[in-house]
């Protein structure tokens, strides 16, 4: 069993900043890169940022410069720093976590529930 839990959104004025947390625990053998995606209503899910297992990270480009993606790997915890929020930045934020849960076999994607962000005056 793996679990995959996002906390902090929430309501936020243009401009202003909030930090999403994603956590995983269970039964993880190897965790390989986690992504956050974002759904506006009425839009298609879209990736936000990633970052692999090497460290590596990569962005949408309509949050670079804005947004940072880190971990703390002794937590198995994945933040993603919203700084500037924009109005179009409101959505619901999902967590992807690719886990292998065995020595054997390949990571497939565990998603969290998902945590609301409104930017708005």
């Known amino acids: 069993q793996v679990q995959v839990v996002e906390s902090g959104g929430g309501l936020v004025h243009p401009g202003g900043s909030l930090r999403l947390s994603c956590a995983a625990s269970?039964?993880?053998?190897?965790?390989?890169?986690t992504a956050w995606h974002r759904q506006a209503p009425g839009n298609q899910r879209e990736l936000v940022a990633r970052?692999?297992?090497?460290?590596?990270?990569n962005y949408a480009d309509s949050v670079k410069g804005r947004f940072t993606i880190s971990r703390d790997n002794a937590k198995k915890t994945v933040y993603l720093q919203m700084d500037s929020l924009k109005p179009e930045d409101t959505a619901v934020y999902y967590c992807?976590?690719?886990?292998?849960?065995?020595?054997?076999?390949?990571?497939?994607?565990?998603w969290g529930q998902g945590t609301q962000v409104t930017v708005s005056s």
């Open positions: 992807a976590v690719q886990i292998q849960t065995t020595p054997v076999g390949d990571g497939r994607d565990y």
């Open positions: 269970g039964s993880i053998f190897m965790i390989y890169a």
């Open positions: 970052i692999h297992q090497t460290g590596s990270t």
